[in-house]
């Protein structure tokens, strides 16, 4: 019949009626947002999968090391152990929570660690006088000076931090990875897409032609348009994903968790031999600090009195094991690089099953024959003189920015991971304030956006559910001036564009 009815299709001789086009849109509009989700689900599943892994392997690090610490030292420390158990306890409780994404200052829970247990300790020592609070105050002050446990302390938190931190930015950047793709695949068609995706896929069965494949320029030019707001997160993507192979290097290198989470326990165990050897000593310089303690009126049991056991704990190394989860996540992660911009041309070749490029038998939009204009260039500024999607360039997806925004975000977290700091939500939104895609962030990483000041404040990401609870540092006051200038940030770049 004559096509005068068709709104998208060419209207010429026709086998649909008006009604079946319609349906045919409403069919390519859900299959292609099908495809999109489909293909995000493929990238998430790789995210959460190299999470998974690495957080289960870091997590049996942790339980190893605890369990060692419990079945050893009842046997070497007797009283000192079974009256203070919880000491021990809260500190693994702490650095499980750190990792988990709770609001705390990791150097001041060990600094917390050590002073309790410093405490218990020098009561233990010393059971014939009467030691008060006071007096354990005016003892803890002088600590620093006197280092009643050698260097461990200094030793442990510095690598502690240092591989904690990465190892919580590691996973979390799984996370926000994956959590980007699957906001990003759920961003629906715009009308002009919608058009331009059914005159695609489904005009030939109107012309009788269900046989002829599009183009595949021509099937570049419609997906790289409805697409270009997404292909805008390439940079940020590339970033975050560079950035991830970078931590796992210092997780796998300088910063090695195997080494150092692994062997926690006996870091601890060192340093109470150190406090057992350094008695004395350590003893008459704190009662030449703080005075000496009145004599207590009960009298010292044998098990007060008896000398510490000193044994050699071992710790059993899983560096192979976390040799292969780096190897295995690089791997995945540079593979993964390109996604968004090798998006269009995977859809259209292994979905929409376009047709060769030198094919001349195609369909073109209009009829069976060759396509002629030109295939346009990646993300929404290329797509000015697209001649198949009528694309607003002053006007970019709000959900999509928002996402380019948590990228940066995360990879700034990443970067400052990589040399040692952590950053808050505040520092990274104030780093991260830029317009566009950002600028160049090769070899270190935005090694030159990262925060000034180093911190080990737990920076709130979206990918981490803010959990309840006191945070030592009490940060948690900061996330409503941060979450505020994370709006700006994104209103910010809105209006660059429209000004544009």
Not at 39 to 62: C, I
Not at 145 to 168: N, S
Not at 382 to 389: D, G, H, K, R, W
Not at 445 to 459: I, W
Request: glycine share 6%; aromatic share 8%.
């Amino acid at each position: 019949i004559l096509g005068e009815h068709l709104r998208i299709c060419p209207q010429g001789y026709t086998c649909c009626t008006s009604e079946m086009e319609e349906n045919f849109a409403n069919k390519s509009r859900s299959e292609f947002e099908a495809m999109m989700k489909e293909a995000g689900r493929t990238v998430q599943m790789t995210l959460t999968a190299q999470h998974r892994s690495f957080d289960s392997y870091f997590q049996d690090l942790l339980n190893k090391s605890e369990k060692a610490l419990y079945d050893a030292f009842p046997s070497l420390y007797g009283e000192l152990y079974t009256q203070n158990v919880k000491v021990f306890k809260d500190l693994y409780s702490e650095l499980r929570r750190y990792y988990r994404g709770s609001n705390i200052n990791l150097e001041e829970a060990l600094n917390e660690f050590w002073t309790r247990l410093l405490e218990r300790l020098f009561k233990l020592m010393n059971p014939q006088y009467h030691i008060t609070d006071e007096y354990l105050d005016c003892m803890v002050k002088h600590a620093e000076q006197h280092k009643p446990f050698g260097e461990v302390p200094r030793d442990l938190k510095v690598k502690a931090t240092r591989a904690f931190i990465a190892a919580r930015s590691y996973a979390q950047g799984f996370l926000v990875g994956s959590d980007v793709v699957k906001k990003v695949s759920q961003v629906s068609l715009s009308h002009e897409c919608t058009r331009a995706i059914m005159k695609l896929m489904y005009c030939p069965h109107c012309r009788g032609m269900s046989s002829v494949k599009p183009c595949n320029n021509y099937c570049l030019n419609v997906v790289k348009g409805c697409l270009a707001n997404q292909a805008d997160l390439n940079t940020e993507w590339k970033y975050l994903m560079d950035s991830l192979v970078i931590v796992a290097d210092r997780i796998d290198g300088p910063y090695n968790v195997d080494t150092v989470i692994g062997t926690i326990h006996m870091r601890i165990s060192e340093a109470i031999s150190n406090l057992q050897e350094n008695k004395d000593s350590i003893t008459a310089k704190v009662f030449q600090g703080c005075g000496n303690p009145k004599i207590s009126t009960k009298g010292s049991s044998s098990e007060d009195r008896r000398r510490w056991g000193k044994v050699a704990l071992e710790a059993k190394s899983s560096a192979q094991a976390l040799e292969m989860l780096v190897l295995d996540a690089k791997g995945n992660l540079t593979a993964l690089k390109t996604y968004w911009i090798t998006l269009p041309g995977s859809l259209c070749s292994k979905k929409i099953m376009a047709s060769s490029v030198a094919d001349d038998k195609c369909w073109n939009g209009m009829t069976k024959g060759s396509y002629l204009p030109e295939v346009m260039g990646d993300g929404l500024a290329n797509q000015i003189n697209n001649p198949e999607v009528e694309v607003d360039i002053t006007k970019p997806d709000m959900t999509i920015r928002q996402q380019i925004m948590q990228l940066k975000i995360m990879t700034n977290r990443l970067g400052n991971a990589n040399i040692g700091n952590d950053v808050d939500f505040q520092d990274a939104s104030d780093d991260m304030s830029g317009s566009g895609s950002g600028d160049s962030c090769p070899d270190d990483v935005c090694g030159k956006r990262l925060s000034k000041s180093p911190s080990t404040r737990q920076p709130e990401t979206h990918a981490i559910p803010k959990q309840s609870g006191h945070g030592i540092n009490g940060a948690s006051s900061r996330s409503l001036p941060s979450a505020f200038l994370l709006l700006l940030s994104v209103a910010f770049l809105a209006a660059q564009h429209l000004w544009r």
